[in-house]
C-alpha cells in the first residue's frame, strides 16, 4: 500500500519522481487548506504525505514512511505527540500553520533535536483587530442591539439599553506577544490605557506591567486574553482572577478557551459577577457552553480571530518559507525558542 502511494504523483512535478522529493507529513488538512486550495499552498518542491486521505490506519501509514519523513506540517486540528515522535525518527522539522503551538510536545521535540517553526507574525494584525472588536462590541452592545432591531424589539418596547464607553477604559492584556502588541497599539490609539502582564517585563515599553494577574485584573476594567495555552496559563483567569476583575468588568478571549477556567467563568457571567464577554476561543470546541446562549452581554465567535484571506496569503508564504530554509539549510523564518 506504501508504495502504491509513493507511485502516486501528489506534487504536480513533473520533473521529479515524487519519492525523490523531500517528503513532508500533514496529519490532517489545516484550516487554510481550505481557503487558499491545496495546490498553492501545497509546494510542488515537497512531496506532502497526506495522512487523512490514506487507507491505512494512521499507525500503519506513519510506519510505511517512517524512515523517510523529514518534516511534518500541523495546525491545532491535529496533536504531534513524543508518541508520534518516536513512530518517525528521521523528522528533524515541525512547521504548524498556527501561531499557538499548544498542540505540539515542545519539549519532546526539544529533546529529539526537532525544530519548530509557528505562524510567527502572521496573524497579529488579524487577532488584534478581533480582539478590539470584540471588546466594542461587548462594550457597545453592537451584537445584542443588532439581535434587538432585527427582532422587531426596537419597535415594540423601545429604546435598547446603553453601552458602555472605550475611551477611558483600562485594558489588561494578558500576554504581549505579537498579537497583543498589536492590541496595544490599537488601544492606546482609541484613548485607553494599557496595562499587562506576561512572562517578562518588557523593558522597551511604557506600559505598566503586573507580574500577578490578580493585580492585573484588580487595576482593569477589561481583560484582553492573548497568551499562549501552556502548563503555567492552564485555568490561569480562575475565580480568583473573575472576582479582582469585578461586576463591571469584561472579559475577551481570543488565545485559547483552556487559558480560562470556562465552567467558572460561564458561573460569573451567569450570576452578574462580571459584566460581559467576547468569545473566540472555548475548551472544548466546538461545543460552546449552552448557558451562554441565553446572554445578551456575551458576544460569541467561532475561533476565527485571527483567519482572513490575507493573513492566509501570508501563512501560505510564510510556511514554505520555512520549509524552503529548512531544506536548504538556512535560518528558520520564525522559529518557535520557548521550550
Ligand atoms: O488560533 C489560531 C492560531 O493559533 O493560529
Same mark, same amino acid.
Given at each position: 500500500? %506504501?508504495?502504491?502511494?509513493?507511485?502516486?504523483?501528489?506534487?504536480?512535478?513533473?520533473?521529479?519522481?515524487?519519492?525523490?522529493?523531500?517528503?513532508?507529513?500533514?496529519?490532517?488538512?489545516?484550516?487554510?487548506?481550505?481557503?487558499?486550495?491545496?495546490?498553492?499552498?501545497?509546494?510542488?518542491?515537497?512531496?506532502?504525505?497526506?495522512?487523512?486521505?490514506?487507507?491505512?490506519?494512521?499507525?500503519?501509514?506513519?510506519? %510505511?514512511?517512517?524512515?523517510?519523513?523529514?518534516?511534518?506540517?500541523?495546525?491545532?486540528?491535529?496533536?504531534?505527540?513524543?508518541?508520534?515522535?518516536?513512530?518517525?525518527?528521521?523528522?528533524?522539522?515541525?512547521?504548524?500553520?498556527? %501561531?499557538?503551538?499548544?498542540?505540539?510536545?515542545?519539549?519532546?521535540?526539544?529533546?529529539?533535536?526537532?525544530?519548530?517553526?509557528?505562524?510567527?507574525?502572521?496573524?497579529?494584525?488579524?487577532?488584534?483587530?478581533?480582539?478590539?472588536?470584540?471588546?466594542?462590541?461587548?462594550?457597545?452592545?453592537?451584537?445584542?442591539?443588532?439581535?434587538?432591531?432585527?427582532?422587531?424589539?426596537?419597535?415594540?418596547?423601545?429604546?435598547?439599553?446603553?453601552?458602555?464607553?472605550?475611551?477611558?477604559?483600562?485594558?489588561?492584556?494578558?500576554?504581549?506577544?505579537?498579537?497583543?502588541?498589536?492590541?496595544?497599539?490599537?488601544?492606546?490609539?482609541?484613548?485607553?490605557?494599557?496595562?499587562?502582564?506576561?512572562?517578562?517585563?518588557?523593558?522597551?515599553?511604557?506600559?505598566?506591567?503586573?507580574?500577578?494577574?490578580?493585580?492585573?485584573?484588580?487595576?482593569?476594567?477589561?481583560?484582553?486574553?492573548?497568551?499562549?495555552?501552556?502548563?503555567?496559563?492552564?485555568?490561569?483567569?480562575?475565580?480568583?482572577?473573575?472576582?479582582?476583575?469585578?461586576?463591571?468588568?469584561?472579559?475577551?478571549?481570543?488565545?485559547?478557551?483552556?487559558?480560562?477556567?470556562?465552567?467558572?467563568?460561564?458561573?460569573?457571567?451567569?450570576?452578574?459577577?462580571?459584566?460581559?464577554?467576547?468569545?473566540?476561543?472555548?475548551?472544548?470546541?466546538?461545543?460552546?457552553?449552552?448557558?451562554?446562549?441565553?446572554?445578551?452581554?456575551?458576544?460569541?465567535?467561532?475561533?476565527?480571530?485571527?483567519?482572513?484571506?490575507?493573513?492566509?496569503?501570508?501563512?501560505?508564504?510564510?510556511?514554505?518559507?520555512?520549509?524552503? %530554509?529548512?531544506?536548504?539549510?538556512?535560518?528558520?523564518?520564525?522559529?518557535?525558542?520557548?521550550?
Amino acid at each position: 500500500m %506504501a508504495d502504491q502511494e509513493e507511485e502516486q504523483d501528489n506534487t504536480g512535478d513533473q520533473n521529479h519522481k515524487p519519492q525523490d522529493l523531500p517528503q513532508v507529513l500533514v496529519l490532517k488538512p489545516p484550516p487554510v487548506l481550505s481557503v487558499i486550495g491545496e495546490e498553492s499552498f501545497l509546494s510542488n518542491k515537497y512531496q506532502f504525505l497526506k495522512a487523512w486521505e490514506s487507507p491505512l490506519p494512521l499507525h500503519q501509514f506513519l510506519t %510505511a514512511h517512517a524512515g523517510s519523513i523529514q518534516a511534518i506540517l500541523c495546525s491545532g486540528a491535529a496533536p504531534v505527540t513524543d508518541d508520534l515522535l518516536q513512530l518517525l525518527p528521521s523528522v528533524r522539522l515541525v512547521v504548524t500553520a498556527s %501561531a499557538g503551538t499548544n498542540h505540539i510536545d515542545l519539549e519532546a521535540c526539544h529533546r529529539r533535536g526537532i525544530s519548530v517553526t509557528n505562524a510567527g507574525n502572521v496573524f497579529s494584525d488579524d487577532g488584534a483587530d478581533a480582539a478590539v472588536g470584540l471588546l466594542i462590541d461587548v462594550l457597545r452592545k453592537i451584537t445584542a442591539s443588532d439581535r434587538y432591531v432585527r427582532q422587531g424589539l426596537w419597535v415594540n418596547e423601545g429604546d435598547y439599553p446603553l453601552g458602555s464607553k472605550l475611551r477611558g477604559k483600562r485594558v489588561g492584556i494578558v500576554g504581549l506577544g505579537g498579537i497583543g502588541l498589536e492590541i496595544a497599539k490599537r488601544l492606546e490609539a482609541l484613548g485607553c490605557n494599557v496595562l499587562y502582564t506576561s512572562r517578562k517585563k518588557k523593558t522597551f515599553l511604557s506600559y505598566p506591567f503586573y507580574s500577578d494577574v490578580c493585580q492585573l485584573a484588580a487595576h482593569s476594567d477589561a481583560l484582553i486574553i492573548c497568551c499562549a495555552l501552556t502548563d503555567q496559563t492552564r485555568h490561569m483567569i480562575d475565580k480568583d482572577v473573575f472576582s479582582a476583575l469585578g461586576k463591571e468588568g469584561v472579559i475577551v478571549n481570543v488565545g485559547r478557551g483552556a487559558i480560562v477556567d470556562e465552567k467558572e467563568m460561564v458561573r460569573c457571567l451567569v450570576h452578574g459577577e462580571i459584566a460581559g464577554a467576547g468569545l473566540d476561543v472555548f475548551e472544548n470546541e466546538p461545543d460552546v457552553p449552552k448557558e451562554l446562549f441565553e446572554l445578551d452581554n456575551v458576544v460569541l465567535s467561532p475561533h476565527r480571530a485571527v483567519f482572513t484571506p490575507e493573513s492566509f496569503m501570508a501563512l501560505c508564504e510564510l510556511v514554505v518559507g520555512n520549509l524552503e %530554509a529548512f531544506f536548504s539549510n538556512k535560518p528558520l523564518l520564525s522559529r518557535v525558542m520557548d521550550v
